[in-house]
């Protein structure tokens, strides 16, 4: 049974260029969310994708953007980089039951901005 | 709003050594808790949970945690660290109820380094 998986590993992009992330959910899970790391913090909510749709959304501005697919893989987008989104981007997937299920979270994506 | 507060960014200890790493929780509601730890350069992995039923919880790898509601505390302990446990270790707390997302609020941190 495969985990969650994220691509690409490793991402370097220059300001002001765009990056889309992917995230695949683990088996039979049907909600994916994003998770934003800065070197040295925990993990911040970015947002939550369910059904296709943004459910809810953390603290962070209209340059980040997601998307679900009818396979529930998601896309994170990130327009216009900054030099503080460096960051590493986790993808965490859930079922969702009625009620919170654990997320189970994917390796990782490092993105550097030069 | 919920918060999560991990007393100590870096705590050392010996191999074979008794593990405490802190964590206390703000919640207006009956939270969810959960520890996860990260290795370098991975994701993270979820060690134990917290979700209202018994008080202690045990994980993964010989770790245990406490919800003690009037300590608003989730503290993490292992008897006997062993050199494999160096790693990030991160507090997290979601809240219960109908419409809740499971969104997961992180505390910042505890680097656990193990000597031997």
């Known amino acids: 049974d495969a985990g969650v998986t994220q691509s690409p590993t490793h991402l370097i992009k220059t300001r002001g260029q765009q990056v889309t992330l992917r995230c695949s959910p683990k088996s039979g899970h049907d909600t994916v969310s994003w998770y934003q790391q800065a070197l040295g913090q925990g993990p911040q909510f970015i947002f939550q994708?369910?059904?296709?749709?943004?459910?809810q959304r953390g603290n962070f501005p209209d340059r980040f953007s997601g998307h679900q697919f009818p396979n529930y893989s998601s896309e994170l987008n990130v327009n216009a980089l900054l030099l503080g989104d460096s960051a590493l981007y986790l993808c965490?997937?859930?079922?969702?039951?009625?009620?919170?299920?654990?997320?189970?979270f994917g390796p990782g994506t490092r993105l550097t901005v030069l | 709003a919920q918060s999560v507060t991990q007393l100590g960014s870096h705590v050392s200890v010996s191999e074979g050594a008794l593990v405490l790493l802190r964590c206390n929780y703000s919640s207006s509601v009956p939270p969810y808790l959960f520890w996860y730890v990260q290795y370098p350069n991975q994701g993270l992995q979820l060690l134990l949970k917290?979700?209202?039923?018994?008080?202690l919880v045990k994980g993964i790898n010989g770790f245990e945690a406490e919800f003690k509601k009037s300590e608003t505390s989730f503290h993490l302990t292992k008897p006997s660290a062993h050199m494999s446990d160096a790693a990030e270790y991160f507090c997290a707390v979601s809240v219960s109820g109908s419409g809740n997302t499971g969104k997961l609020i992180f505390g910042q941190g505890t680097t656990l380094q193990v000597k031997p």
């Open positions: 994708y369910y059904e296709e749709e943004e459910r």
């Open positions: 917290y979700t209202s039923a018994a008080t």
């Open positions: 965490a997937s859930s079922y969702n039951v009625g009620g919170p299920d654990t997320q189970y």
